[in-house]
Nanobody
């Protein structure tokens, strides 16, 4: 069983910054990918960014240059630094952990944290 606990969401004005954190606990493979997804009202959940244990990262085009994902393998945490936030970044953000080789979107999920960006 894997538990993922997110923190750091909130309300911010456009142009502002937020930092999300996610802590993983329980039993899981060290060969994993940690990721942040988001889901806005009426839209499908989408990948925001992911990071492999060795540090390789991937970002959605919509957040490149504004968001930075990082992880601490020793403490099993993943953070998402969000800068230059836009109203369209408003969504519930979910932390995800999956084993490498398994399909994106599989694995374990956190409960989600709300990010609201006002114009």
């Amino acid at each position: 069983q894997v538990q993922l606990v997110e923190s750091g969401g909130g309300l911010v004005q456009a142009g502002g910054s937020l930092r999300l954190s996610c802590a993983a606990s329980g039993s899981f493979s060290r060969l994993n990918v940690m990721a942040w997804y988001r889901q806005a009202p009426g839209k499908q959940r989408e990948l925001v960014a992911n990071i492999y244990g060795g540090g390789t990262t991937n970002y959605a085009d919509s957040v490149k240059g504004r968001f930075t994902i990082s992880r601490d393998n020793a403490n099993n945490t993943v953070d998402l630094q969000m800068n230059s936030l836009k109203p369209e970044d408003t969504a519930v953000y979910y932390c995800n952990l999956r084993r490498i080789g398994y399909p994106p979107g599989s694995g374990s999920w956190g409960q989600g944290t709300q990010v609201t960006v006002s114009s």
